[in-house]
């Protein structure tokens, strides 16, 4: 997940630790920060992943 820019103001994105809820559940996830706008991205996978993980922990109970 390196050297990706903000296409805005031309930064390197910083991988930060950001909350999510989701489904009822919530969990800390890295995520690339504009550290000048704050913009943050969230790939797809990631998001997928994360998210798909979470529906296959509540189809368990
Ligand atoms: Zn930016």
Do not use: H, W
């Amino acid at each position: 997940m390196a050297g990706m820019i903000c296409c805005k103001c031309l930064k390197e994105l910083k991988p930060c630790k950001t909350y999510f809820k989701y489904l009822g559940n919530s969990f800390f996830t890295d995520v690339l920060k504009c550290p000048e706008c704050g913009q943050v991205y969230i790939s797809e996978t990631l998001a997928k992943g994360r998210m798909a993980e979470v529906e296959m922990q509540l189809e368990d109970k």
